[in-house]
């Protein structure tokens, strides 16, 4: 089965610190990958996507994502938090290599991220 | 500029009342989606469009009922059979109804029982 897991509900960083936010999947089938970004009362904004060419993603608002098959993980990373940056963070993977149904597009529960200053 | 646009941003029901929430796209996208989003969950699929003039139950239609007369409108209607109907609704759209395609989202609406 496809399933989606992000392993942290909230992560609280510094301002100026790293930010590591978690993403493994479950999939018998080569995934797409997305990661979201969500303000309070807004819609989801797209960050970055994986389909299958580079494994290092480079995302806007200097976000990165890293696909790791072997780990099956695609964890998203900033070097340095902003305060900008706090805000509700979905990973989200689709297989449409099988079938190509919207109704594979999965997500995940998110994980809040807070920046002190 | 393009986008998605969805009203109300708030809405009440009544009990035994039927709601619309509206959604329109500008982005000449051929697919259309409505979520339902619940505090410490991700989003889940209520209905999906890939075309003008047909659509197809997600994961959580149940209650639900949406058309597809125009391209570029995807109204969801929240009906009287839906019991816990208070939630964040967000519609998004796609260039195609490859789920490869980034979706873009409206600002959604807070739907709330009165």
């Known amino acids: 089965a496809q399933s989606v897991t992000q392993l942290d509900s909230h992560v609280s960083v510094s301002e100026g610190t790293p930010v590591l936010l978690r993403c493994n999947y479950s999939s018998s089938y080569s995934p797409s990958l997305f990661w979201y970004v969500q303000h309070p009362n807004k819609g989801l904004q797209l960050l970055l996507k994986?389909?299958?060419?580079?494994?290092l993603v480079k995302g806007i608002n200097g976000f990165e994502a890293e696909f790791k098959k072997s780990e099956t993980s695609f964890h998203l990373t900033k070097p340095s938090a902003h305060m900008s940056d706090a805000a509700e963070y979905f990973c989200?993977?689709?297989?449409?290599?099988?079938?190509?149904?919207?109704?594979?597009?999965?997500f995940g529960k998110g994980t809040k991220l807070s920046v002190k200053p | 500029d393009g986008g998605i646009t969805q009203s109300p941003k708030y809405l009440f029901r009544k009990e035994g009342q039927n709601v619309t929430l509206s959604c329109e796209q500008n982005l000449n996208h051929d697919a259309m989606y409505w979520y339902r989003q619940d505090p410490g969950q991700g989003l889940r699929l209520i209905y999906y469009?890939?075309?003008?003039?047909?659509?197809q139950k997600g994961d959580i239609a149940e209650g639900y009922s949406v058309s597809r007369e125009k391209k570029e409108s995807f109204p969801l209607t929240v009906t009287s059979a839906q019991k816990n109907p208070t939630a964040f609704y967000l519609c998004?759209?796609?260039?195609?109804?490859?789920?490869?395609?980034?979706?873009?989202f409206g600002d959604g609406t807070r739907l709330s029982i009165l």
């Open positions: 994986y389909t299958s060419a580079a494994t």
């Open positions: 469009s890939q075309i003008v003039n047909d659509f």
């Open positions: 998004a759209s796609s260039g195609t109804g490859d789920s490869n395609q980034p979706q873009h």
């Open positions: 989200v993977v689709s297989f449409s290599n099988y079938g190509g149904s919207q109704g594979n597009l999965i």
